[in-house]
């Protein structure tokens, strides 16, 4: 069998070895605890862990599912001022403002290019984060990216595919970085964003829209 990341999360019960066994705190609730493990220390730790972005920073996050909602309110977290959410869904965008962003745009009806650098100035922002995972999202990460700004790629697309980017996109001295996880420690990071989450500070009871019993998982997938 095998086991990604050693669990096998589609079942009732499983079996994991001592390492992957991370203690969080009593008081937060199992459908709460599990989201932290994935979509949750992925966008978070991209923002504390990975780009280290501060206090009045400027942030873009295109793509704003899961991961990228993780990462909007990674930023508002960390004292970010200008936080901008980039999707083609109105619906994700409205989601977009509930954890944390200051302004949205809908690629979709807009030059979102010129969109952030309307609202950066001219500049482009301090950080970009893509959680889109497909190459029109990584070539706008790149494309609203400020000389010297810390880009990170999120989103995954099929391992044998081509990327292509406008090589100027690529100047400017731009640190690109790829991360899976944002950076995680487990046996540090879980525990704090679990008491983040009782502390009022972090969202996860708005990040689950629907229930499932395990026997509907496979309709699940497919809707």
Do not use: W
């Amino acid at each position: 069998l095998h086991h990604y990341s050693v669990v096998s999360s589609h079942a009732q019960y499983c079996i994991v070895p001592q390492t992957g066994a991370i203690p969080v705190p009593k008081e937060i609730s199992f459908d709460r605890a599990c989201l932290i493990g994935c979509g949750v220390m992925t966008g978070v730790g991209a923002v504390t862990k990975v780009a280290q972005v501060s206090v009045g920073d400027s942030v873009v996050v295109i793509g704003c599912g899961t991961v990228g909602l993780n990462v909007l309110q990674g930023a508002r977290l960390v004292g970010a001022e200008l936080i901008i959410g980039v999707d083609v869904r109105p619906e994700k965008l409205k989601k977009a403002l509930q954890f944390g962003a200051t302004h949205t745009v809908n690629a979709a009806e807009e030059d979102a290019v010129e969109a952030v650098r309307a609202l950066t100035q001219g500049r482009g922002a301090d950080n970009s984060i893509e959680a889109g995972g497909n190459e029109k999202s990584f070539q706008l990460a790149l494309e609203v990216a400020r000389p010297g700004a810390k880009v990170v790629i999120l989103g995954k697309t099929d391992f044998e595919s081509f990327v292509s980017f406008r090589f100027g996109s690529l100047l400017g001295e731009k640190q690109i970085t790829r991360s899976s996880y944002g950076g995680a420690r487990p046996r540090q990071d879980f525990p704090l964003l679990a008491r983040l989450y009782l502390d009022g500070k972090l969202m996860l009871d708005e990040l689950i829209e629907r229930r499932l019993d395990l026997s509907e998982i496979n309709d699940g997938f497919t809707e």
